[in-house]
C-alpha cells in the first residue's frame, strides 16, 4: 500500500483544513487508516482512526475533527474545524490490515506511512 497525503496549509485560528489521504493497494476497505501527527520536538501522536467501521480521535482533537473514508475511491479524508495553535504539526496518514483495537493508537504498529502534510495554525 502506497499512501499520499495532501491538503495542509497554514489557517488562522478556529479555522478549518480537511486533509486527504490517497491510497493505492488492493483490498483498501480491509485497512485500519489512522492519523497521526508530529510537532517539532515531540514524538509522533495519534490523531484519529477508522478501525473496521468505527471511528476513534485523542481527547485532544475530539469533537472537532472528524475522519471518513471513501472505498470507492481508496481515499481517507481528516477534517479538522476549530483549529489551535497546538494543532500546528506534520500530519501523516497511516494503514494497517492486521491491527487490534487496542493497538491502534501506537504508530510503531503500522505497517504503511504517507510523506506527512504540515498544518500551521497561527494564533
Known amino acids: 500500500v502506497q499512501l499520499q497525503a495532501s491538503g495542509g496549509g497554514l489557517v488562522q485560528t478556529g479555522g478549518s483544513l480537511r486533509l486527504s489521504c490517497a491510497a493505492s493497494?488492493?483490498?483498501?476497505?480491509?485497512?485500519?487508516m489512522s492519523w497521526f501527527r508530529q510537532a517539532p520536538g515531540k514524538e509522533r501522536e495519534f490523531v484519529a482512526a477508522?478501525?473496521?467501521?468505527?471511528?476513534y480521535y485523542s481527547d485532544s482533537v475530539r469533537g472537532r475533527f472528524t475522519t471518513s473514508r471513501d472505498n470507492a475511491k481508496n481515499m481517507v479524508y481528516l477534517q479538522m474545524n476549530s483549529l489551535k495553535p497546538e494543532d500546528t504539526a506534520v500530519y501523516y496518514c497511516?494503514?494497517?490490515?492486521?491491527?487490534?483495537?487496542?493497538?491502534?493508537?501506537?504508530?510503531?504498529?503500522?505497517?504503511?506511512w504517507g510523506q506527512g502534510t504540515l498544518v500551521t495554525v497561527s494564533s
Open positions: 497511516a494503514a494497517d490490515a492486521r491491527l487490534i483495537l487496542s493497538s491502534i493508537t501506537q504508530a510503531q504498529n503500522y505497517d504503511y
Open positions: 493497494g488492493r483490498s483498501f476497505s480491509q485497512y485500519t
Open positions: 477508522i478501525w473496521r467501521t468505527n471511528t
